[in-house]
């Protein structure tokens, strides 16, 4: 069964650390794989997308990895700020493009 | 263009009346797809369009639920007889291929009393 599974479900960090947010899947083919910021009540918002060849890319204080081996990616930020407080989703793309399997979500809250 | 837009961004029924939501893509999108996505779960699948074809739907689309793409612009999403169940933000997306940024809506809360 195609599943994306996120940890920790929630984190709490203070102002100014940084943490990683981990995604692990089983979705087979593989395609692509995004990370997502989703604040309370918005829809979500593309941070990064990566393909099978790709190890590691960057959009500002996010960075996001992925081994196609172990099938294992991770979210990186750093520096942490007030606003990056939300819902971190990771999605995979199935090889047939049509299917986006949805993690569950890591909820960060960043406190000063 | 903004982005992908929704309305209404909010919707409170009552149970077995029927609602219709109305997403509107980034306008060189051709693919357009529908999400429920209820409190502390990702979002779920409903159905995808290319063009004006409806190319998938998930079983989570019941019969009463409908969507429809006429011109391969706008897209609507209607619920007939509705159901507490159905209680959910409804997410809309847009993308021009199937590697490319996928882009989402603002998503439409929907409250069935």
């Known amino acids: 069964k195609n599943q994306v599974e996120q940890s920790p479900q929630s984190l709490i960090i203070l102002e100014g650390k940084n943490c990683t947010l981990q995604c692990n899947y089983t979705v087979s083919p593989f395609s692509n794989l995004r990370w997502y910021k989703q604040d309370t009540g918005r829809g979500p918002v593309s941070l990064t997308i990566m393909t099978f060849s790709e190890n590691t890319k960057s959009n500002g204080r996010y960075t996001a990895t992925l081994d196609a081996d172990t099938k294992q990616s991770s979210l990186h930020i750093t520096a942490s700020q007030l606003s990056d407080s939300a819902s971190y989703i990771c999605v995979v793309n199935n090889q047939a493009g049509t299917a986006l399997i949805f993690g569950k979500g890591t909820t960060l809250s960043v406190s000063s | 263009d903004t982005g992908v837009s929704q309305d209404p961004r909010h919707k409170i029924t009552k149970r077995g009346q029927n609602v219709t939501f109305r997403c509107d893509p980034i306008?060189?999108?051709?693919?357009l797809y529908w999400y429920r996505q209820t409190l502390g779960q990702g979002p779920e699948f409903l159905t995808y369009f290319q063009n004006e074809a409806q190319l998938e739907k998930s079983r989570l689309l019941s019969d009463r639920f409908s969507a429809e793409r006429p011109k391969g612009s706008f897209s609507t999403l209607e619920i007939q007889r509705t159901e507490q169940g159905d209680s959910a933000m409804y997410l809309c997306?847009?993308?021009?291929?199937?590697?490319?940024?996928?882009?989402f809506g603002p998503g439409t809360r929907l409250t069935v009393t």
């Open positions: 306008s060189e999108h051709n693919r």
């Open positions: 997306a847009s993308s021009y291929n199937l590697a490319g940024v996928i882009a």
